[in-house]
T-cell receptor, first 113, second 110 residues
Framework: DAGVTQSPTHLIKTRGQHVTLRCSPI?????VSWYQQVLGQGPQFIFQ???????GRGNFPDRFSARQFPNYSSELNVNALLLGDSALYLC????????????FGPGTRLTVL | RKEVEQDPGPFNVPEGATVAFNCTYS??????FFWYRQDCRKEPKLLMS???SGNEDGRFTAQLNRASQYISLLIRDSKLSDSATYLC???????????FGGGTRLMVKP
């Protein structure tokens, strides 16, 4: 079975630009969460979506937004990129009901110059 | 204060050694506890869940002390392949966001 997939794998942008990251969850998983991992730190929670509705939001500015589609895939959008947005962006999917485990995709490595 | 705190290491140990990692968490409402493993430039992968009664999976033993809000991971007979960053993770329960510690880096040397 395919795991969580993310695209693109790597991305280079300049300050002020906009970026869209994509995630496809494991088949049958209805929840998608996004995390940002800056080099040398643990992942930080950005958003969670379940059944196309936002269920949680971390401490990130409004430049960060996301959505979930009817097929449960998800997009993370970041506007007005800053140098500090350079990080590994991880998507995780889960069944949610009664199951704790979240399965992570390989991530998108974003570099902002 | 960070919600989940870990010693960043690195822990440099010889093959065959026993090594222990500790972690503390600040939210007493936390219900679920995990150790994830992350290899360099890869995604985190679940190593094991941590239960109040303690649990063991081969060479790995995890323990939870809810009163002290403390989680531990013990690795026995370390292998070269155990070299990675170990992330302590808590959540408020199924369906909730994961809160990660900063990770503890382990390097096992021949």
């Amino acid at each position: 079975d395919a795991g969580v997939t993310q695209s693109p794998t790597h991305l280079i942008k300049t300050r002020g630009q906009h970026v869209t990251l994509r995630c496809s969850p494991i088949s049958g998983h209805k929840s998608v969460s996004w995390y940002q991992q800056v080099l040398g730190q643990g992942p930080q929670f950005i958003f969670q979506y379940y059944e196309k509705e936002e269920r949680g939001r971390g401490n990130f500015p409004d430049r960060f937004s996301a959505r979930q589609f009817p097929n449960y895939s998800s997009e993370l959008n970041v506007n007005a990129l800053l140098l500090g947005d350079s990080a590994l962006y991880l998507c995780a999917s889960s069944i949610v009901k009664g199951i704790d485990e979240q399965f992570f995709g390989p991530g998108t490595r974003l570099t902002v110059l | 204060r960070k919600e989940v705190e870990q010693d960043p290491g690195p822990f440099n140990v010889p093959e065959g050694a026993t090594v222990a990692f500790n972690c503390t968490y600040s939210n007493s409402a936390s219900q679920s506890f995990f150790w994830y493993r992350q290899d360099c430039r890869k995604e985190p992968k679940l190593l094991m869940s941590v239960y109040s009664s303690g649990n063991e999976d081969g060479r790995f033993t995890a323990q939870l002390n809810r009163a002290s809000q403390y989680i531990s991971l013990l690795i026995r007979d370390s292998k070269l392949s155990d070299s990675a960053t170990y992330l302590c993770v808590v959540s408020l329960g199924a369906g909730n966001m994961l809160t990660f510690g900063g990770g503890t880096r382990l390097m096992v040397k021949p």
